[in-house]
């Protein structure tokens, strides 16, 4: 088992060399992708309903859903835990979720 911090701010990584990088791209694609944005699978991503909530009860909502996903796409990562940042050059209030996950590296 190793451990990996993800955010969704990280580049894309078109062509990951190891199974560990392609799990990693795979979970920084799902908290990446607004929920009902995939036409063919409306329930890919995360819900983004927490937008103008109060900052508590957004980022319980978020980290819910961020839990939740990564569990039904990426079933080869485990969430440990779901932290948020801020970004300096972001606008005040913006939640960017740092998700710290457990990879079995037999996958």
């Known amino acids: ?16 060399a190891t199974v560990r990088e392609e799990i990693i791209q795979n979970v920084r694609c799902i908290i ?6 995939v036409p ?10 927490f937008i103008d909530k109060p900052a508590p009860l957004a980022q319980m909502q978020l980290r819910m859903d961020v839990i939740a996903a990564v569990e039904k796409y990426e079933p080869r990562a ?4 779901v932290e948020f940042s801020q970004n300096a050059d972001a606008p005040d209030g913006q ?10 590296d037999a996958s």
């Open 32 to 37: 990446a992708t607004a929920k009902g944005t």
């Open 40 to 49: 063919l699978d409306r329930d890919f991503g995360t819900d983004f309903s």
């Open 95 to 104: 939640l960017i979720p740092v998700v710290t996950l457990e990879i079995d």
């Open 78 to 81: 485990h969430v440990r835990k």
């Open 1 to 16: 088992m190793s451990i990996a911090v993800v955010t969704p701010m990280q580049d894309i990584d078109f062509a990951p």
